[in-house]
């Protein structure tokens, strides 16, 4: 396991409409959260302009969210972080999980909920204990009915995500739907003292979403029954 207390590392994700980033080394820590109606290449730079003390080609790791989560978000940050890292280390945040660490107090299981095409949704399902939180079910892209078939046997579930209106077990404050610097900063941290690395050329959205033929052979299945 490798310590991340020596090395400057940043981090980004764009999969929701809150672009979230973090810079930390052994001295400072940076905590930037951007919501506004800007496209996320826009909100990329002014979190740059925010950072204006770090210097960007001393960094030793950059972390990336990669979803799932809108395509176009995902790919600004990715093509940012790829070019701001050349040469240097990466390792990648599952967005879903990135929520989910909003309720890592909470007793039991939590689903990540996020709206994709209409009437569909990516989600994931986590454990929560004592503070720890370990994945149950890998994010994946399903409609609303399916996921709340798939989810059905699990209890106490706590629904987080913007599509947790859909279901009755989810927070009143919104803050819990949406990612925080903080939490990446956690998972990025986490994800250096595991050593789970990757190539660049490994990075790629986690976009899950299925094709307009799978979605018409679904719905001729349904008018069949």
Request: with cysteine; hydrophobic share 40%; aromatic share 10%.
């Amino acid at each position: 396991m490798e310590s991340s207390k020596n090395l400057k590392v940043f981090s980004l994700d764009t999969s929701s409409p809150r672009v979230v980033a973090c810079y930390f080394d052994s001295e400072k820590k940076i905590m930037i959260e951007l919501e506004t109606k800007a496209k996320h290449g826009i909100q990329v730079s002014q979190v740059v302009e925010k950072m204006s003390e770090v210097n960007f080609s001393n960094i030793d790791v950059v972390g990336i969210g990669i979803g799932p989560g809108g395509l176009t978000g995902l790919r600004v940050g990715i093509s940012f972080a790829l070019g701001l890292g050349i040469g240097k280390r990466f390792v990648q945040i599952n967005s879903l999980r990135l929520i989910a660490m909003n309720a890592l107090m909470y007793d039991g299981f939590i689903a990540v909920v996020r709206k994709a095409r209409e009437n569909y949704l990516y989600a994931a399902l986590f454990h929560a204990r004592n503070g720890q939180m370990t994945d149950v079910i890998n994010p994946f892209i399903e409609s609303i009915d399916m996921v709340r078939e798939k989810f059905k046997d699990y209890s106490p579930v706590l629904f987080l995500g913007d599509g947790s209106e859909l279901f009755t077990n989810s927070p009143l404050n919104t803050e819990y739907n949406l990612p925080s610097a903080r939490n990446l900063y956690l998972l990025t941290n986490e994800e250096i003292e595991k050593g789970n690395f990757i190539d660049a050329n490994s990075i790629e959205p986690l976009y899950l979403q299925k094709s307009i033929a799978e979605l018409n052979f679904e719905k001729k299945q349904k008018a069949k029954e």
